[in-house]
């Protein structure tokens, strides 16, 4: 695991066009960012693939395969929320979460 | 080994932070995260300055070791308790560690880093000092570790379980999806493995599912603990040293090993048999 698993910063020195990116930020309700949120990627199944903690500006990224994923975020003294999300060969989803 | 003797849960580390006689250590995959807040005493393992060989791809030898320990202010003598990030895979890593060079006194804190966040328990930045030890490790205890050439002639005679995601089982992913795609030179697993990712043995909060969910679990995927050894690989061995925990601490399973080469290793060998798709494959 060579890496800090934060999103949301340079994508610089990453071959995006070979990449399915999908990444984002987590707020609260009142738009506020939310750090040491934590994201986690379900495949179409339903399977967890990987897991983020928010940065310190609520952000998150993954590297993952095109298709339809769904990102489950926990927080502390928040229920959790899912969101569903299609990631393309090439592209960035931008996902904005509210808990 | 049991629940009992292997896992503490949170309110217990809470209540035994002054105890002398127990050294508290986190062992993160961000290994910048302990500095933005840890534990209160507990001390940092670099899961990857402090445990892998500089030079060589191998983990630290038993001089290594102890020099770590030493180092650390870490005692023959000291019960060990570890936590970290990523649902504790690389505290289980480590704890892996401790086992092999013999230290029995070794704990991990259920649910690890992430559970201690959500209930909003307390984190300083308080630098941690503690006084050197002269730790002595025992020879590495390789009924634990699984090489390559094992896991090769296991292909259809022992139980393999390849606890990676199922994209990464089938080939259509390299690496954990949180990391750019870099790994192995071929995608896929090895023949006859079961996939059963770590994840499913834990809950959404990092805490171990209960005994009898992890039975089933790995009953459900025809591992026949019953009449063969294990062998439990991932990519690096560290998601594979939370199953290898989850198997030989918890279930008490007595002949289970980390293949901690893993896919790295295996997907990049030359004339060695590899399955794509969902299937386990023939042997």
């Not at chain 2, 030079?55 to 070791?65: E, Y």
């Not at chain 2, 023959?76 to 570890?82: A, G, I, K, Q």
């Not at chain 2, 094992?150 to 080939?171: C, F, M």
């Not at chain 2, 499913?200 to 591992?223: M, P, Q, R, W």
Request: glycine share 8%; proline share 5%.
């Amino acid at each position: 695991m060579c890496g800090v698993p934060v999103g949301g910063l340079s994508l610089e020195g990453v071959d995006v066009a070979k990449e399915s990116i999908i990444q984002g930020v987590v707020v609260s309700g009142d738009s506020d960012p939310v750090s040491g949120a934590y994201v986690r990627l379900l495949d179409r199944t339903g399977e967890f693939t990987a897991e983020v903690p928010t940065s310190a500006t609520g952000q998150f990224r993954f590297f993952a395969a095109p298709g339809d994923w769904t990102l489950r975020t926990l927080a502390p003294r928040s229920s959790p929320v899912d969101q569903r999300v299609t990631a393309s060969r090439g592209e960035v989803a931008e996902v904005v979460i509210t808990i | 080994m049991s629940r009992d003797t292997a896992l503490v849960d949170a309110d217990w580390v809470e209540s035994h932070l002054n105890d002398p006689d127990i050294v508290l250590v986190e062992v993160d995959e961000d290994t910048s995260a302990y500095d933005k807040g840890h534990i209160a005493g507990a001390v940092k393992i670099d899961w990857k300055e402090d445990l892998q060989d500089p030079i060589r791809r191998d983990f630290v030898n038993q001089q290594q070791f102890e020099a770590l320990l030493s180092e650390r202010g870490i005692g023959n003598d000291d019960t060990v308790v570890l936590y970290g990030g990523n649902n504790n895979w690389f505290a289980s890593y480590a704890y892996w560690y401790f086992k092999l060079y013999g230290h029995d006194a070794v704990l991990l804190l259920d649910g690890g880093r992430k559970k201690w966040e959500l209930d909003s328990r307390e984190l300083t930045e308080e630098p941690v000092t503690r006084e050197a030890t002269a730790y002595t490790a025992k020879a590495p205890n390789l009924a634990i570790r699984a090489y390559r050439d094992e896991v090769v002639e296991a292909i259809g005679v022992k139980n393999l379980v390849d606890v990676r995601s199922p994209d990464e089982y089938a080939g259509r992913l390299l690496a954990p999806a949180h990391l750019p795609q870099e790994s192995a030179q071929r995608g896929g697993h090895i023949p006859t493995a079961s996939n059963v990712p770590w994840s499913k043995a834990a809950n959404d909060d990092g805490t171990f599912k209960s005994d009898d969910e992890l039975k089933t679990l790995y009953a459900e995927a025809g591992v026949d603990f019953g009449n063969k050894d294990t062998i439990a690989y991932c990519r690096i061995g560290e998601r594979s040293a939370h199953t290898w925990f989850v198997l030989h601490e918890l279930l008490d399973e007595p002949d289970v090993k980390n293949y901690d080469g893993s896919w790295t290793e295996y997907g990049s060998l030359v004339g060695v048999p590899v399955a794509i798709g969902d299937e386990p494959g023939e042997a």
